[in-house]
């Protein structure tokens, strides 16, 4: 009896210790796959920094085999509204752009001044309250600053139901050069642009993006500069005048997302960089690994 007891106690151990093994070695299966997740993740990002890549370059992706891969893709930040250019200097027709920008995206017109008084009284240097602002009290506090991040926006009154929907932030930046990337923005920045109407951004989207319908492949129109764009638009000398001060062309800064994979595994290095031309090390701006 004493010898089965011991067989029993000698197995359950054995066993136990299997089942250690197994599982450590999972764990040491997982965590390599995610360390190599984060390491093509980062050759994407590596490879759009040289500054002969383009959107459309097709190193931008590369299959190492059934099991390795990365994807990485680059947009134009100058196409997203830069909300410090935005507020700076308190210039009616950049706030009438963000205003009109709000109203696309269904905010009704009471909800959208408050909105815009707010995150004035956030950024300005002074304790003066606006019509539909608000300024320090109680748990409030403004730092009367110029935006130090997008997340910051969630603090700021009237803005909370906003930056509550997934996705709220996509269409925003501190990043670029300030004025509208027209080789990048979507349609609703567009059609926050003085004098924009949908006719006319829905022609220029489908010109600009060729036949695929998607910015930044081999398809797209040939715009080379502003003229283009104003051509593109439609639009004539005069008209383009009107929003010449808001917008540029081909801004420097890009926003690239690099996906890695391993297996099952998947990592992401989302990162801004500026690469001006005829510089051959791009500027970080900013750098984000999940």
């Given at each position: 009896?004493?010898?089965?007891?011991?067989?029993?106690?000698?197995?359950?151990?054995?066993?136990?210790?299997?089942?250690?093994?197994?599982?450590?070695?999972?764990?040491?299966?997982?965590?390599?796959?995610?360390?190599?997740?984060?390491?093509?993740?980062?050759?994407?990002?590596?490879?759009?920094?040289?500054?002969?890549?383009?959107?459309?370059?097709?190193?931008?992706?590369?299959?190492?085999?059934?099991?390795?891969?990365?994807?990485?893709?680059?947009?134009?930040?100058?196409?997203?509204?830069?909300?410090?250019?935005?507020?700076?200097?308190?210039?009616?027709?950049?706030?009438?752009?963000?205003?009109?920008?709000?109203?696309?995206?269904?905010?009704d017109v009471n909800e959208r001044?408050?909105?815009?008084?707010?995150?004035?009284?956030?950024?300005?240097?002074?304790?003066?309250?606006?019509?539909?602002?608000?300024?320090?009290?109680?748990?409030?506090?403004?730092?009367?600053?110029?935006?130090?991040?997008?997340?910051?926006?969630?603090?700021?009154?009237?803005?909370?139901?906003?930056?509550?929907?997934?996705?709220?932030?996509?269409?925003?930046?501190?990043?670029?050069?300030?004025?509208?990337?027209?080789?990048?923005?979507?349609?609703?920045?567009?059609?926050?642009?003085?004098?924009?109407?949908?006719?006319?951004?829905?022609?220029?989207?489908?010109?600009?993006?060729?036949?695929?319908?998607?910015?930044?492949?081999?398809?797209?129109?040939?715009?080379?500069?502003?003229?283009?764009?104003?051509?593109?638009?439609?639009?004539?000398?005069?008209?383009?005048?009107?929003?010449?001060?808001?917008?540029?062309?081909?801004?420097?800064?890009?926003?690239?997302?690099?996906?890695?994979?391993?297996?099952?595994?998947?990592?992401?290095?989302?990162?801004?960089?500026?690469?001006?031309?005829?510089?051959?090390?791009?500027?970080?701006?900013?750098?984000?690994?999940?």
């Open positions: 009896m004493l010898a089965l007891w011991a067989l029993f106690l000698l197995s359950a151990m054995v066993i136990s210790w299997a089942l250690d093994i197994d599982s450590s070695l999972t764990l040491s299966g997982n965590a390599n796959r995610r360390l190599e997740a984060e390491a093509l993740a980062c050759s994407g990002a590596e490879v759009a920094m040289n500054p002969q890549v383009q959107p459309a370059s097709p190193n931008l992706s590369r299959k190492i085999d059934n099991r390795q891969s990365y994807e990485a893709h680059m947009s134009g930040e100058g196409g997203r509204l830069n909300l410090n250019w935005l507020m700076a200097g308190e210039d009616p027709t950049r706030l009438g752009i963000l205003k009109r920008y709000l109203e696309a995206r269904g905010i001044d408050r909105m815009v008084d707010c995150l004035l009284d956030w950024v300005d240097p002074d304790d003066l309250e606006r019509l539909n602002g608000a300024e320090a009290g109680d748990d409030y506090r403004p730092p009367n600053r110029l935006l130090r991040s997008l997340d910051e926006i969630k603090q700021v009154k009237g803005w909370e139901e906003f930056t509550s929907s997934s996705g709220w932030d996509e269409e925003f930046t501190l990043n670029s050069s300030g004025a509208i990337d027209l080789a990048w923005a979507s349609r609703d920045v567009l059609l926050a642009l003085p004098g924009m109407t949908e006719g006319l951004v829905d022609r220029y989207l489908q010109f600009r993006r060729g036949p695929d319908g998607i910015d930044g492949t081999n398809d797209d129109a040939p715009l080379r500069n502003e003229e283009d764009v104003r051509a593109a638009l439609g639009l004539s000398s005069e008209q383009f005048g009107a929003i010449a001060g808001f917008v540029s062309f081909k801004d420097p800064v890009f926003r690239v997302v690099s996906i890695g994979r391993s297996g099952d595994t998947a990592r992401v290095v989302r990162m801004v960089i500026r690469r001006p031309q005829n510089v051959n090390v791009p500027q970080v701006i900013s750098w984000k690994e999940f």
